[in-house]
């Protein structure tokens, strides 16, 4: 079963404005990964954060992690056109040596 | 630096035909991931392996789908006489055994 469950499915906001996704997942993890996927096309992975960590940042990027609830979230701040794509949650359980994705939140941003 | 490379990038298979998709990780990386993506859904991990090892293979189909990590050469994801819901985009990843991990482009595969 999907371990990372993200919400919302599709997510559509004007170009300047934040988009927040968030994700869910059922087991302790090692490690959480954000990936953003255009259409079509490969994965591009955004960010890790791990088990101890509760907040990380990476340019236009914040996510957060809260373990005692199972849940991150990706905050992508003053969005752009540029960020129209799929983005994919994946908790890494560190021994069981894959991750494991969530189905997605669609994002379109409209200029 | 080549990163994780997939080809073909696009394959059509008749039905019942063999599908072979191929994967070459990173430099330095022993570590080889298959996974699955269906339209609209989220990647389903398939099979893991090193070098010349599976090492969980619990997300592979048990009929028809094999998968390889040679000594030498890419990993090869092999699909035996491929049905319509075969249809789908098989990504790789590969790692050297960290947190990091790398997917490749991508294969999709249409069955007709």
């Known amino acids: 079963s999907q371990q990372g469950e993200e919400d919302p499915q599709a997510l559509s906001i004007q170009e300047g404005e934040n988009a927040t996704m968030n994700c869910s997942y059922k087991t302790s993890i090692n490690n959480l990964q954000w990936y953003r996927q255009n259409s079509g096309r490969g994965l591009v992975h955004l960010i890790l954060i791990r088990s101890n960590e509760r907040e990380k940042h990476s340019g236009r990027l914040r996510v957060t992690l809260d373990t005692s609830k199972k849940s991150s979230s990706l905050l992508i701040t003053a969005s752009r056109a540029a960020d129209t794509a799929s983005y994919f949650c994946a908790t890494d359980r560190g021994s069981q040596g894959n991750l494991i994705f969530g189905k997605g939140t669609k994002l379109s941003v409209k200029p | 630096n080549a990163g994780v490379m997939q080809n073909p990038r696009h394959l059509v298979r008749r039905r019942g035909q063999e599908a072979r998709l191929r994967c070459s990780p990173m430099k330095g990386h022993s570590h080889v991931y298959w996974y699955r993506q269906l339209p609209e859904e989220g990647l389903k991990f398939m099979v893991y392996l090193q070098k010349e090892n599976i090492i969980d293979e619990s997300g592979m189909p048990k009929e028809r789908f094999s998968a390889e990590f040679p000594k030498e050469g890419p990993s090869i994801l092999r699909i035996q006489q491929v049905v319509r819901g075969d249809s789908a985009a098989y990504f790789c990843?590969?790692?050297?055994?960290?947190?990091?991990?790398?997917f490749g482009s991508g294969t999709r595969l249409t069955v007709v």
């Open positions: 990843a590969s790692s050297d055994g960290g947190s990091g991990y790398t």
